[in-house]
């Protein structure tokens, strides 16, 4: 027994901590990446809860109790965060926004995730012609100006929410490309992937159990990174009026209804603006942190 | 040299030709552009009508080739809403959007590049806090908000600047902060991480072993380094902003090609998009192509790849 004590500590010394330990030590020393992932949660909760913790419902409106004052400026607990220029509840406004956003994000980042990675792997696995096709694609759609091409689909086909998701989803995914395929490179040549082509194994099989386990570690960065990038943009597009239609609770859509009140009544146009800043910044650190965790060596 | 100049060159077309081809596409997403224009409540007749004026009822390939052809004299025919040819209203409108574009990535670089260098010389300092906060804080920014409230500080409770419009510099002191502030966290961490690893090689510890001050190295052998991927970034940034310029003009009401398609997405006005997509990615391909050409000349090593 005496012996075994004095045998774990010197065993651990020469050893080393196994990977998961390492990897436990370097999540719960990450500030940022607690940081977003709370954050990241705690909204989500609040966007599936939203039917039970709204106090009001979204769309309800009352004209004659207009644009009352949060609680913090005076007003009262009925309506904790005020009311917008419909007299509609604005922190249950709030509460179904996060749906929104978070829906918007999480599907769009997995449709253009797929486009992206396919290309990306396929690139970098084949490589000659099949990987000059895909960069030049991936320059065709850097050329293009997202928020323009996106505006200009929306005001054709309509605002719904299908195709605001649509549409980000098929123009974000250079991100991914360009990861993919890099990553794809680095692992193309390692012995394992060698080792199952020797014994014979078939093309996506050597893609779907050799290269791709190696690469998840940056597809996961980089979804959390391009959800970000879709909330945002959705928000700007909704803002300019062509993304989310009304009456749907939409951040973006909060803060460009606020505008035309926001000389006397500021606190419409900031609230749904920290939210949504909040949100964005926490599933960055959230990506940012993954990123150290996994690959401490890529740090920027 | 040349030849890298020339095979970016020819690269450089066929992507301008691909999405010259996508932006005029775009037009026919609605299945039928003739009755988009027409709106709601036009008669079949109408519509007609301004299939065979437009010329909506041929093959669109040979709609296409038209297009192209004339776009490339310049005319990109006349815009449905102002009446008038696109080309003009659009030159009328660049002035404002590359004025906007060349104050914000000034403002970026200038902010960004000290910024990065003061972070990377010393590595978790405040400043290096401080940098990082604040690239943080600019990649999560929606800059819609961020418009509204410098708006609402300095136009409007200290009455500082004027809150919109274009009519003189001080204009565009808020819409250059906004626009500057999207590019800068990118430019910050590239410019950071270049630094840091140019600061420990080989030749940085040589210039310092032969007595080289502390400024000589950091600014002639360090930074000359570091900065060569920062200026390819500034190029394509650059870019992205012109395309981006359509959410800060709009927010300040500053008339330039991105408000201007703002208004012409609104109206349904195709011609005018179709163009603006068409110049603001032609714009990005100027840019990146000058930057990898630039880059190839101060680094031989990119001409291979």
Known sequence: ?300 | MLQFILKRLGLAVLVALTVSFISFSLLFLSGDPAAALAGETASGEDIEALRRVYGFDRPMLVQYGEWLWQALQGNFGESYYFKLPVASLIADRLSVTMTLGVCGITFALLTAVPLGVAAAIKPNSLIDRVALFLSVAGQAMPSFWFGLILIVLFGIQLGWLPPSGASTWRHFIMPTIVLGYYAMPAIMRLTRAGMLEVLNSDYIRTARAKGAGEGRVLFKHALRNAIIPVVSLAAVQMGFMLGGSIVVESVFALHGAGYLAWESIARNDLPTVQALILIFSMFYIIFTFLADVLNAWLDPRMRSS
């Open chain 1, 1 to 300: 027994m005496a012996l075994q004590r004095i045998a774990d500590p010197l065993l651990e010394e020469i050893t080393g901590p196994n990977p998961r330990q390492i990897l436990r030590k370097r999540v719960t020393g990450h500030a940022g990446l607690l940081f977003g992932v709370g954050v990241v949660l705690v909204l989500l909760i609040i966007a599936i809860l939203a039917p039970v913790l709204a106090p009001h419902d979204p769309y309800a409106q009352n004209l004659a109790n207009r644009m009352v004052k949060p609680v913090f400026m005076g007003g009262t607990w009925e309506h904790p965060l005020g009311t917008d220029h419909l007299g509609r509840d604005y922190l249950s406004r709030l509460i179904y926004g996060a749906r929104v956003s978070l829906l918007i994000g999480t599907v769009a980042a997995l449709i253009s995730g797929v486009i992206g990675t396919a290309m990306g792997v396929a690139a970098g696995y084949f490589g000659g012609k099949v990987d000059a096709v895909v960069t030049f694609l991936i320059n065709v759609r850097l050329a293009m100006p997202v928020v323009l091409v996106a505006l200009a689909v929306v005001a054709i086909l309509g605002g719904s929410l299908q195709v605001v998701i649509g549409v980000l989803g098929l123009l974000l995914w250079d991100r991914f490309a360009v990861v993919m395929r890099a990553s794809t490179l680095q692992v193309r040549r390692r012995e394992y992937v060698a080792a199952a082509q020797a014994i014979g194994a078939s093309t996506p099989r050597v893609i779907l159990s050799e290269i791709m386990p190696n690469i998840a570690n940056n597809l996961i960065v980089i979804v959390t990174l391009e959800m970000a990038h879709a909330i945002l943009l959705e928000a700007a597009l909704s803002f300019l009026g062509l993304g989310v239609q009304p009456p749907t609770p939409s951040w973006g859509l909060m803060v460009s209804e606020g505008k035309n009140m926001m000389l006397f009544e500021p606190w419409l146009v900031l609230i749904p603006g920290i939210v949504l800043f909040i949100l964005v910044l926490a599933i960055n650190l959230m990506g940012d942190g993954l990123r150290d965790v996994t690959a401490p060596e890529n740090r920027s």
